[in-house]
């Protein structure tokens, strides 16, 4: 009974834990219906985060749930330009070729304007933060913005993406085990291996539009 009663108890962790591993293994073969499934990771670890007085990392997630609905679009968008291009070029090596990642050029800008919103959002939130008794205000605030960014690099498909993530996961996976989430320590361990495998698979089979 002890068993099944520690399961209820971290009933969410746990379904983060599985639906968050199918999440980010289908987000490195780039298929559409990760973006569906990081809703669903996302509701569970919304009441995950905020019940630990992880504040913004909860708030996070809500954004995730939001902007996998553009990214979707954005992604099937990209995709449908990548089928057009290789019709067009109509060679024997494209046709037997792995599945192709559609990538997009990180601009200069976009890093210069990332970096801006990552030092003052972050000192914004941890503002915030300490405000809302957040029990790990900086580093909470710090994976929040760096993930939101994250975020929005991947709806874009720029292959650096892979980079913040790692950064972002490594610093969840020590919040969590600070806060004693053991699910979700697993589960951002395995985050983080993934995210360094997916920019080298990205790397290596990616297309640019």
Not at 69 to 94: I, S
Request: glycine letters at 4%.
């Amino acid at each position: 009974m002890e068993i099944w009663n520690y399961i209820a108890d971290n009933l969410w962790e746990i379904f983060s834990l599985v639906t968050g591993i199918a999440y980010v293994l289908l987000e490195v073969r780039q298929k559409n219906v990760m973006w569906i499934l990081g809703m669903l990771t996302s509701a569970a670890t919304v009441y995950v985060f905020f019940s630990q007085g992880l504040y913004a990392s909860s708030v996070l997630n809500v954004y995730y749930f939001a902007i996998a609905f553009w990214g979707l679009y954005q992604w099937r968008k990209d995709a449908a330009k990548v089928a057009f291009q290789k019709n067009q070029e109509d060679t024997e090596q494209d046709k037997a070729g792995p599945a192709t990642v559609h990538l997009t050029r990180l601009p200069v800008k976009t890093v210069w304007w990332s970096l801006a919103v990552l030092v003052i959002g972050t000192v914004l939130l941890v503002l915030l933060m300490d405000l809302l008794e957040d029990s790990m205000s900086v580093m909470d605030a710090s994976v929040a913005v760096l993930s939101a960014i994250a975020t929005w690099w991947l709806g874009r498909s720029y292959l650096q993406q892979w980079l913040l993530w790692i950064a972002a996961d490594v610093l969840t996976m020590v919040m969590c085990l600070s806060q004693g989430l053991y699910f979700m320590t697993v589960l951002y361990a395995v985050y983080t291996a993934v995210a360094v495998y997916g920019y080298f698979y990205w790397k290596r089979h990616g297309k640019y539009l």
